[in-house]
């Protein structure tokens, strides 16, 4: 089952610019993370965010969550062409150890 | 990749063949997860291990089988009755910090499964 959905599927933008990728999830989670696929890769973690927290910063990374539309959103600010990957989100499923995760949003950084 | 190893990176096989990924990891976690990526799609979960001697089919098990005879391996064997065997097979270990699991993921590198 698909709880995460990203928006959007793609996303081209120049070196330097700031990127917004949002998700949007459908049941009650008690966090939710985004990860970070580089081609033919595994998945690397980014961020985790709890469901009673609203906003966290790592980095260039800014995470902001509303539990009460039940969607989040990753900013990648000063974003470089090293930043060029696939982007996903996971939520748990209200305390399970089981993520599900989103169909991603395919991020291009033109130098 | 940290302590996560799958081996080999990648595999082909004929049609009709059942074939094993490995999955190895040393960071001595218990939970271990095997997942499936399609092109431009997401992970789905196939199987999940909490614990030695147990595991748990997960959204699309069917065609697949693991086993869990210790605690650093967690192989996945695609068998003939998978009907679309070929994809982007990921292995991944739970995280816990100080005894408290956020459920954030460890991921392999992948196996790139191809079936002729």
């Known amino acids: 089952s698909q709880q995460g959905e990203e928006d959007p599927q793609a996303l081209s933008i120049q070196e330097g610019e700031n990127a917004t990728m949002n998700c949007s999830y459908k049941?009650?989670?008690?966090?939710l993370q985004w990860y970070r696929q580089n081609s033919g890769r595994g998945l690397v973690h980014l961020i985790l965010i709890r469901s009673n927290e609203r906003e966290k910063h790592s980095g260039r990374l800014r995470v902001t969550l509303d539990t009460s539309k039940k969607s989040s959103s990753l900013l990648i600010t000063a974003s470089r062409a090293a930043d060029t990957a696939s982007y996903f989100c996971?939520?748990?499923?209200?305390?399970?150890?089981?993520?599900?995760f989103g169909k991603g949003t395919k991020l291009t950084v033109n130098p | 990749d940290g302590g996560i190893t799958q081996s080999p990176k990648y595999l082909f096989r004929k049609e009709g063949q059942n074939v094993t990924l490995s999955c190895e990891q040393n960071l001595n976690h218990d939970a271990m997860y095997w997942y499936r990526q399609d092109p431009g799609q997401g992970l789905r979960l196939i199987y999940y291990s909490q614990i030695v001697n147990d595991f748990q089919k997960g959204d699309i098990a069917e065609g697949y089988s693991v086993s869990r005879e210790k605690k650093e391996s967690f192989p996945l064997t695609v068998t003939s009755a998978q009907k679309n065997p070929t994809a982007f097979y990921l292995c991944?270990?739970?995280?816990?910090?100080?005894?408290?699991?956020?459920?954030?993921?460890?991921f392999g590198p992948g196996t790139r499964l191809t079936v002729l």
């Open positions: 991944a270990i739970l995280r816990v910090v100080g005894g408290l699991s956020y459920n954030e993921q460890f």
């Open positions: 996971a939520t748990d499923q209200g305390g399970s150890e089981k993520l599900v």
């Open positions: 049941t009650s989670i008690n966090n």
